[in-house]
C-alpha cells in the first residue's frame, strides 16, 4: 500500500527566496529548499497567477498588498492558494483609486 504524500505549500516569498522555514520531527525550525518540483508546476504557478490578476483587471480592480505571502503554491503541482489579507492590509482597490506615473522623459 502506497502512503499518500502530504502537499508542500510555498508561500511566493519563500519560493523567490528559495528558502521556507519549517519545524523538523522535534519541533525545531530548520530552512528547507523552496523550489517547484518540475517545469510543468513552475508554468502551471505562473499561470495561476496571471489569470488571478486578469480577473482582477477585467474586474476593475488592483491588488494593493505588497505582501508576497498572501499567495501560496502547491511546489509539486503549482496549484495556487490565496490567504485572506490581515485586517491592517487592504488587498483590493478600485483602478480609479490608483494614480498613473507618467515621466516627462522622452520615449527611447
Known amino acids: ?8 505549500w510555498a508561500s511566493l516569498r519563500e519560493i523567490c527566496d528559495e528558502t521556507r522555514t519549517v519545524a523538523d520531527e522535534t519541533g525545531r525550525k530548520v530552512k528547507k529548499t523552496a523550489c517547484f518540483s518540475t ?14 490578476f486578469e480577473k482582477l483587471h477585467r474586474e476593475g480592480e488592483v491588488f494593493r498588498s505588497d505582501s508576497a ?5 502547491s511546489l509539486a503541482t503549482g496549484e495556487m492558494q490565496r490567504r485572506k489579507p490581515a485586517k491592517k492590509e487592504k488587498e483590493m482597490g478600485r483602478t480609479e483609486d ?3 506615473y507618467t515621466s516627462d522623459a522622452a520615449d527611447d
Open 39 to 52: 517545469m510543468k508546476a513552475l508554468l502551471e504557478g505562473a499561470f495561476h497567477l496571471v489569470e488571478y
Open 98 to 100: 490608483c494614480l498613473l
Open 69 to 73: 505571502d498572501m499567495f501560496r503554491f
Open 1 to 8: 500500500m502506497s502512503e499518500k504524500k502530504e502537499t508542500v
